[in-house]
C-alpha cells in the first residue's frame, strides 16, 4: 500500500514539475513573442524614416511594399491594397523601358546601379535594383532604392565646366 502512495506522491510531484515547466515555456514563449514585435516595429520605423526611396517589387514588376518616402513621392498608398507597376511609377511608362534597372536585375539575379535624369519624376536618380531570393535561392522580386541626386549632378556639372 505504501508503495502505491510513493507512487502516487512521485507522480503529484512530476506533475508540479511540469506545470512549472509549463509556466516558464509560455513565459518564455510572451518574451519571444514581443521581442519579435519589437523588432519588426524597429525594422518598420528604420525603413520609413529613410529619406531614399525603397520600394519591393515581385517578378511581375508589382510593387507589394513601399516605405513612406515612396508612398508620399510616387502617390502610392499601400493601406488600400493597390497594385503599382514599377515602370509606371519610376517612368512613366506602360511598359518597362529600354535599360530599366528592374528588367537587367531580374533577367542577370544580379545587382544593378544606374544613374539617370528620370523625365516623370523630373530629376536625376540613381536607381539600385537588388535581387531578393526565397530560402531555396529562387529569385523572387527585387527591392529598388532610389536616391535623388540632380543636386550632386549640377555640382559635378559645375566642377567639369570650372576645368574647361
Known amino acids: 500500500m505504501k508503495e502505491n502512495d510513493k507512487t502516487k506522491e512521485q507522480l503529484i510531484l512530476e506533475l508540479k514539475d511540469l506545470r512549472k515547466r509549463i509556466t516558464e515555456l509560455e513565459s518564455d514563449h510572451r ?38 518616402s515612396a508612398e508620399k513621392i510616387l502617390g502610392l498608398s499601400f493601406f488600400n491594397n493597390e497594385k503599382a507597376k514599377c515602370y509606371r511609377q519610376y517612368h512613366g511608362e506602360s ?27 523630373n530629376r536625376f536618380v540613381e536607381i539600385r535594383a537588388m535581387p531578393q531570393f526565397d530560402n531555396s535561392k529562387k529569385l523572387i522580386g527585387l527591392i529598388h532604392i532610389v536616391r535623388y541626386i540632380s543636386e550632386r549632378k549640377q555640382i559635378e556639372e559645375a566642377l567639369r565646366e570650372a576645368h574647361d
Not at 521581442?35 to 525594422?43: D, E, P, T, Y
Open 95 to 121: 511598359s518597362p523601358p529600354r535599360g530599366c534597372p528592374s528588367c537587367e536585375c531580374l533577367k542577370t539575379g544580379e545587382p544593378v546601379v544606374f544613374e539617370r535624369f528620370e523625365p516623370h519624376l
Open 31 to 68: 518574451r519571444a513573442g514581443e521581442l519579435i514585435r519589437q523588432s519588426i516595429h524597429n525594422w518598420e520605423d528604420t525603413f520609413n524614416n529613410i529619406t531614399d526611396m525603397i520600394t519591393i517589387h515581385d517578378k511581375d514588376y508589382n510593387i507589394i511594399h513601399a516605405n513612406k
